[in-house]
């Protein structure tokens, strides 16, 4: 049986952006599968392969979420990933 190592909680974590909020619940879906894969023994190349995933949606989200902080002028914003 699947394990969730983490859990969405639309009070706790969301943030009031449609997006961002889709992009968490997709990156911790993400995260539960390669947590699940790790726990029942996957194959290497199926842990890369779902790792990648984690990591290409990280990518993606980032770039959304620094796009928007600009976008609404928030001074504090800074890359989260280096160039």
Do not use: C
């Not at 993400?30 to 290409?56: C, F, M, Q, T």
């Amino acid at each position: 049986m699947p394990k969730r190592i983490l859990i969405w909680d639309d009070l706790r974590h969301g943030t009031g952006v449609p997006v961002i909020d889709e992009q968490h619940r997709r990156l911790i879906a993400a995260i539960n599968v390669l947590y699940d894969g790790v726990e029942i023994g996957l194959p290497h190349g199926a842990l890369r392969h779902s790792l990648a995933s984690v990591l290409a949606l990280a990518d993606r989200h980032f770039a959304v979420e620094e796009a928007l902080m600009r976008a609404h002028g928030y001074r504090k914003s800074r890359p989260v990933l280096p160039p």
